[in-house]
């Protein structure tokens, strides 16, 4: 089955950017779609298709896809910003949907 | 402003049925472009999918639960709902009902109910 990983966790201080790593075989060749999840919240969508942007998300989060690796960019990162964030693509091959196994992200 | 609220027991045993409900409300599961369906996240984990259909009856489940799971879409009443059977510990989770984007060979979950707390255990 398809894998994708991720860097259990990411430490940033305030201002500084942080970015997400999403590590998949020929992930380059699929849509990569990230969520953030908050505390005791459900996740939330804030990346599509690789760099689309829902409506209401800040311009600060971004996408991108190189080789086997997708990230999530977060600049002028904020407390706010302090969340899990998955990566998501759809498995051609078996027809489901695969997450990541997460990053954590800490705000100094 | 679309919303998704999941129901159902908090507490299963082990060997029986989960039955959840997902009512929606601010859009119709029979609109086009959509599906609806459920993904679940065990304590501590990312999130796992389970499946998900559309209104005129196309279906997808995860290989790993597709002998266990089935969903079924309610139009009249605006709600899905996911029966899940010989449950074990292993299905503690929390479940989620979710809208989908299926298209151009992807898919991706644009809005999510706030979940409902899964416990199987005797």
């Known amino acids: 089955s398809y894998v994708l990983s991720q860097t259990p966790s990411v430490s940033v201080a305030p201002g500084a950017t942080a970015k997400i790593s999403c590590v998949g075989n020929?992930?380059?060749?699929?849509?990569v779609h990230w969520y953030q999840q908050k505390t005791g919240q459900a996740p939330m969508l804030v990346i599509f298709?690789?760099?689309g942007r829902p409506s209401g998300v800040s311009e600060r989060l971004s996408g991108s896809v190189y080789g086997n690796t997708a990230t999530l960019t977060i600049t002028r990162v904020e407390a706010g910003d302090e969340a899990d964030y998955f990566c998501?693509?759809?498995?051609?091959?078996?027809?489901?949907?695969?997450f990541g196994t997460g990053t954590k992200v800490t705000v100094l | 402003q679309v919303q998704l609220e999941e129901s159902g027991p908090g507490l299963v045993t082990p060997s029986q049925t989960l039955s959840l409900t997902c009512s929606v409300s601010g859009a119709s599961i029979s609109t086009s472009g959509y599906y609806w369906g459920w993904i679940r996240q065990r304590p501590g984990k990312g999130p796992e999918w389970i499946g998900f259909m559309y209104h005129t009856g196309s279906f997808y489940y995860s290989p790993s639960l597709r002998s266990r799971a089935a969903i079924l879409l309610d139009t009249p009443r605006n709600r899905l709902s996911l029966r899940l059977t010989s449950l074990t510990a292993a299905d503690t989770a929390i479940y989620y009902c979710a809208r989908a984007l299926y298209t151009g060979g992807t898919a991706y979950f644009d809005m999510w109910g706030l979940g409902t707390l899964v416990t199987v255990s005797s």
């Open positions: 020929d992930i380059g060749s699929r849509s």
């Open positions: 998501q693509v759809w498995d051609r091959n078996g027809d489901l949907g695969v």
């Open positions: 298709y690789d760099n």
